[in-house]
């Protein structure tokens, strides 16, 4: 036979009950309290070269900067959204140097991924070919490292070229090789965007500049030795030399060869490579 137990005896007392429901009622009311959302990221996507021939313009001039303008926005509270400071987050990609890779990258992060903003690829080549398609979308599209007169006559309003262009550039380089008393000149260019257009823009500045170009070679990117050009323009011979070039080449086997091939015997000529510190 069960036996009840009743009174004092008979498990919690009123008392015992009394305070456990009002505990229980303070723990209801702690939960319901509202948790202050923490603020949504803005995702800015992009997509840089990290391997292939552009590697090395975009890993110097251009992905560093992203990273840091990031890293310091993000210490100082974010990115002032309507007044709300939210965080960035980086959704990047390496496009490996290939523009179709680019194009297919920039297409995903603005049309399925929908990031809130995008940044612009390295060099000429991809942003001519990624700019039409950040237009479509509506994407302000600001290019730090773009530098073609096509671009412009593309008249997208929702790109943004950041550099100076081939015609006021090599006007200003003619300017100042004739300053220098330059009466002839070789040059050598990359046989893309970036390089044929600055090249054409050069002959245009030197024509009644009194300057002769004595030598013009062009080299295919991703070119690794380019002796046999400059020993060309060692028996022509020039005052000044310009190059339309492209990280890493020819910048680094230009500087070696000029080592070996000793361009002119008596003097030594007026290197002047105008874009290899800002190519696109």
Do not use: H
Request: with cysteine; glycine share 8%; hydrophobic share 40%.
């Amino acid at each position: 036979m069960t036996k009840l137990l009743t009174g004092r005896g008979a498990g919690i007392s009123r008392r015992g009950r009394r305070a456990a429901v009002q505990a229980l009622g303070v723990a209801t009311a702690a939960f319901a309290l509202p948790v202050r959302a923490q603020p949504k990221p803005v995702r800015v996507g992009y997509a840089l070269a990290r391997t292939g021939p552009w590697t090395g313009g975009a890993q110097v001039s251009q992905e560093p900067n992203y990273l840091l303008w990031a890293e310091q926005q993000n210490a100082a509270g974010g990115l002032d959204v309507k007044g709300e400071r939210r965080p960035i987050e980086l959704v990047s990609f390496d496009d490996r140097s290939d523009v179709e890779t680019c194009v297919r990258t920039y297409e995903k992060l603005m049309g399925s991924d929908k990031v809130d903003l995008v940044l612009a690829p390295w060099g000429s080549n991809a942003n001519f070919a990624v700019a039409p398609l950040a237009n479509r979308f509506g994407y302000p599209f600001l290019a730090p490292t773009a530098l073609s007169r096509r671009l412009v006559e593309m008249k997208l309003p929702y790109f943004f070229l950041l550099l100076q262009q081939p015609g006021p550039m090599t006007s200003a380089l003619v300017d100042m090789l004739r300053a220098q008393g330059v009466k002839t000149l070789a040059c050598i260019y990359v046989d893309d965007l970036f390089g044929l257009e600055n090249y054409a823009a050069l002959k245009v500045a030197l024509a009644g500049s009194g300057i002769t170009m004595v030598e013009d070679k062009s080299y295919p990117g991703g070119v690794k030795d380019l002796s046999p050009v400059l020993r060309s323009i060692k028996d022509k011979n020039p005052d000044a030399f310009v190059g339309f070039t492209s990280r890493p080449t020819p910048s680094w086997p230009a500087s070696r060869p000029r080592r070996s091939v000793s361009t002119r015997s008596s003097s030594t000529p007026r290197w002047a490579p105008p874009s290899s510190s800002t190519r696109t």
